[in-house]
Every structure is written in structure tokens, then in C-alpha cells.
């Protein structure tokens, strides 16, 4: 028994040598170790659409130019659906396309050109709103992502959703 507790101290102290100096060879596999979990970290990722620091700006992309990029739909009856259909024309030297479309609030919708855009040809961006339980001043954002630079374009609506009460016309 006492030789079992002897061997068993023993095996302890040796496995939990913590002044062990490193091995030949583990540096170097540690270094790889280190770059790829560096790398793992810090990924880089290519987007043609963004542009480096040390990048210029792709001077053939495409870009997205409104004729308005802010609407004011004034006073809108409580519980209806109001629409606006903005314009953009392609001022870039290549084919402008769409990926997406993103509203702030889900009571705003848009709608778009799904074909590609040619240099020089328009397209439209529909936006409807549905004051359905609004009431008050509302602001709403609609972020459109496509092939520009910058890739994001934001477009803005507005209004004031009149109360139900209040909608009606006193006679």
C-alpha cells in the first residue's frame, strides 16, 4: 500500500511540472498556432463594394442618384395605406442592381426595379405606408443596398397620422 501511495505522489509531481522549459520544435508550431488563430479572429473579407483606405474608388460602379430622397405625405387619415414612388436614375458607367431594400418600421413597405439598370436608365422605388395604429409625426427610413459606392442609399418618408377622432371633416 505504501508503494501504491509513493507511485502515485510520484506520477503527480512529474505530470504537474510547471518549469518544464519548451521543447525543440513547439515554438515553431506555436507560432503557426498563434498567426491562424490571429487570423481566425480577424478575418478579411473581400467586398468589391468597399473601398480600403489604400483603394480608389471604382470609377465604372454604378450610381444610384434620386430625384428626391425625402417625401412628406402631410396629413394621412388614421388606419389607411399611403404610397410614394420614388425615381432614380443610373449615373454610373456600368449596370446598377438592386440586392435589397430595408424599411425602418415594419408598417413601411418597399417595393423596386428588380431588372438591372443601365447607365443613363432610370428605375423606381415604391414606398407604401400603413398608419394603422400610428398616430402622430412619423419618420420612416427605407435602406437601399446595391452595387454602389457607398453600397447603401437611404431614402426618407414622413407625415402626420391624424387621430381617428379628428380625421373627420366637422360639417
Known amino acids: 500500500m505504501k508503494y501504491q501511495i509513493i507511485l502515485a505522489a510520484a506520477l503527480l509531481l512529474t505530470a504537474c511540472n510547471r518549469d518544464k522549459t519548451a521543447e525543440v520544435g513547439t515554438e515553431g508550431m506555436n ?66 442592381l438592386i440586392e435589397d431594400a430595408t424599411a425602418s418600421c415594419g408598417c413601411t413597405t418597399p417595393s423596386w426595379t428588380k431588372a438591372p439598370v443601365l447607365p443613363g436608365g432610370q428605375g423606381t422605388m415604391e414606398v407604401q405606408f400603413d398608419s394603422r395604429g400610428k398616430h402622430g409625426i412619423i419618420s420612416k427610413q427605407v435602406a437601399v443596398r446595391a452595387n454602389t459606392q457607398p453600397n447603401i442609399t437611404t431614402i426618407l418618408i414622413k407625415g402626420n397620422v391624424l387621430d381617428a377622432a379628428k380625421g373627420a371633416n366637422p360639417l
Not at 490571429?38 to 478575418?43: F, K, L, R, S, T
Not at 473601398?51 to 394621412?76: L, Q
Open 31 to 96: 507560432a503557426a498556432a498563434n498567426a491562424a488563430s490571429d487570423a481566425a479572429a480577424n478575418p478579411t473579407i473581400d467586398n468589391p463594394n468597399v473601398v480600403s483606405e489604400n483603394e480608389a474608388p471604382n470609377p465604372n460602379a454604378p450610381v444610384m442618384k434620386f430625384t428626391e430622397a425625402e417625401f412628406d405625405f402631410g396629413d394621412i387619415k388614421a388606419d389607411s395605406k399611403v404610397h410614394h414612388t420614388f425615381t432614380f436614375t443610373n449615373t454610373g458607367k456600368s449596370p446598377l
